[in-house]
């Protein structure tokens, strides 16, 4: 059998730990057989970032700008214990902060469903999709902590240099205070990229935020997201036969539960940070998330939502056997692939992304599947395999679709 043709590199991010030994398992087992892959190689574990003094995360990214289409392993971010242990120069920044704020764009994740995992709300039929808005609000925030007696005040010196002050608090007692912001510019590329991505999917979006207490800036991002639905995307969405509407948050947190799924819930920063986590255990596990970063201008970077899985890595590294889940990892690389075949229009490829999906999830409701899995899964005849069996009952199974 010939492989499968690429015409344009994907830019490859190698990372870290267990999923770096999954990452190269996934490789040899799964893609090289098959397709002759193109890849611009990227190393950005963690000790080429530090290497590098983290040149190599600003390399990838400005790579993917240039090619549209990035795959990236779970990676590191250092805290204070990964110092020694690696040796750093400095405790170097998240590498997916890094990217985001490079690419200025929403990632969206969404769980993958398999039969005999049933989400622990039972009516989510349908995948619930988060699209997290990537820049600003508290991740790019400036705290201090306030004594008591001091008067604190947000100011702002204008183009001509006059200032206008707004009081925040005095203190009579020790406290804090935080500054955060964000841009019209950001926040009417979020709104872009998530209507772009509803009418992709054909699904409703939902967005919400608190603005009936923030009345400026949660109500900046409700008027962006209207002005720009209006405008540009009003009469696409009736001719899809979708949906847009704007709910305040407590609201869309009680329909959601109620729901059956199958919409995109679009939050902001820290709302999406905070609710992916929540929907990705609801549906039953982290490894079974897909997350795909869109900037405004159509790059894609795709990327589990877990980890490292350090604990296994640490197994693996002391000849233990590991029963590491692969799934987010391996939909990262087809999503990516099957991305890249339809911006070169190489319809082989997206078929190959389809397939390797379809295998995997046969895979696990033919009741093959890694133990994290294993413990939720309601089937009856259920079998845990290591981290390595698991690819290679895929690759049976799509050996069979080929
Ligand atoms: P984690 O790697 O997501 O793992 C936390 C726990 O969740 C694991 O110990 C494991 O539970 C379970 N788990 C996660 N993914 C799994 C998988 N694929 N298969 C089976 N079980 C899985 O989070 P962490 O241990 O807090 O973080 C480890 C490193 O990852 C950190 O250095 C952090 O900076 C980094 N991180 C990177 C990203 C990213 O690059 N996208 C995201 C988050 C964290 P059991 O041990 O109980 O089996
Ligand atoms: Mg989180």
Redesign the pocket.
């Known amino acids: 059998m010939s492989k499968i043709q690429m015409k344009t590199p994907l830019v490859e991010m190698d ?1 870290d ?1 267990m999923t770096r030994i999954i990452w190269k398992m996934i490789k040899d087992i799964l893609i090289e057989p098959y397709v002759d892959l193109k890849t611009e190689y990227y190393d950005l574990g963690l000790e080429h970032r530090n290497a590098t003094d983290d040149q190599v995360t600003i390399d990838s990214a400005n790579a993917t700008k240039k090619y549209g289409v990035a795959v990236k392993c ?4 250092p805290n204070a214990a ?1 110092m020694p242990e690696y040796n750093l120069k400095q405790m170097w920044k998240s ?2 902060g890094t990217i985001r704020a490079m690419l200025d764009g929403t990632v969206f994740r969404s769980p993958i469903l398999v039969k005999g995992i049933t989400p622990y709300i039972p009516t989510w039929t349908k995948p619930i999709t988060i699209a997290r808005h990537a820049y600003g609000d508290v991740y790019k925030n400036t705290e201090m902590r306030v004594k008591g007696g001091s008067k604190a005040e947000l100011c702002v010196t204008n183009p001509d240099g006059t200032e206008e002050r707004s009081l925040i608090h005095d203190f009579k007692g020790d406290g804090v205070i935080q500054g955060m912001h964000n841009l019209d510019g950001s926040i009417s590329s979020f709104a872009r990229a998530c209507f772009n991505y509803a009418l992709d999917l054909k699904q409703d979006i939902w967005f919400a935020t608190k603005d009936t207490i923030s009345k400026k800036y949660d109500h900046r991002f409700k008027d962006i997201f209207q002005e720009i639905f209006d405008k540009e995307y009003k009469d696409k969405f009736e001719e899809a036969g979708i949906e847009y509407f704007y709910t305040l948050i407590d609201d869309a947190v009680a329909r959601v539960v109620r729901s059956n799924g199958g919409y995109i819930w679009a939050c902001k920063n820290y709302d999406g940070d905070v609710m992916s986590d929540m929907i990705a255990t609801a549906f039953g596990s ?2 079974m998330m897909t997350s795909v970063l869109v900037s405004p201008d159509g790059i894609y970077e795709y ?10 890595y640490y197994k693996h590294l002391k000849g233990e056997e590991t029963s ?3 799934v ?1 990892t391996l939909f990262a690389w087809t999503g990516a692939l099957r991305k890249r075949g339809e911006l070169d229009n190489t319809p082989d490829l997206c078929e190959f992304a389809d397939k390797l999906e379809k295998a995997t999830i046969a895979t696990i409701e033919d009741g093959v599947m ?3 899995l294993y413990l939720i899964s309601k089937l009856d005849n259920k079998k845990k395999v290591n981290t390595q069996e698991f690819l290679e009952e895929v690759d049976s199974r799509l050996k069979a679709m080929l």
């Open positions: 990372g730990e779970a990676t590191i971010t990964r590498p997916n982290l490894a990327e589990a939502a877990h980890g490292t899985v350090q604990r296994h590491t889940n692969s987010a890694t133990g994290d």
